[in-house]
């Protein structure tokens, strides 16, 4: 989804905590995303490289995303709030 795209969200739904974008051409496997927020990335059983689960998480996981994504040392990941 570009940056400038609208997230829209159903009256009295939740509205999502941030939104996650990664980049795959950067990343290295470092694996740091999967210790910050195994609920949310992964990394394939072949290369290692991150593997997004889920776009969308919980607002009780932002924190956890977050650093996933300060932690990145290739910057593979994109946090929209």
């Known amino acids: 989804m570009p940056a400038n795209d609208i997230v829209e969200v159903p009256a009295g739904a ?3 905590s941030v939104v996650v974008t990664i980049h795959p ?3 290295i496997g470092a694996g740091y995303c999967v210790e910050e927020a ?4 992964a990394q394939d059983d072949d ?3 991150v593997v997004l689960l889920v776009s969308n998480p ?3 996981r932002k ?5 996933a ?3 990145c ?3 593979a990941i994109e946090i929209r709030e």
């Open 14 to 16: 939740p509205a999502p």
């Open 25 to 27: 051409e950067k990343c």
């Open 38 to 41: 195994a609920d949310v990335f």
């Open 47 to 49: 290369d290692g490289m």
């Open 58 to 60: 919980s607002p009780e």
């Open 63 to 67: 924190a956890a995303v977050l650093n």
């Open 69 to 71: 994504a300060r932690r």
């Open 73 to 75: 040392p290739v910057m």
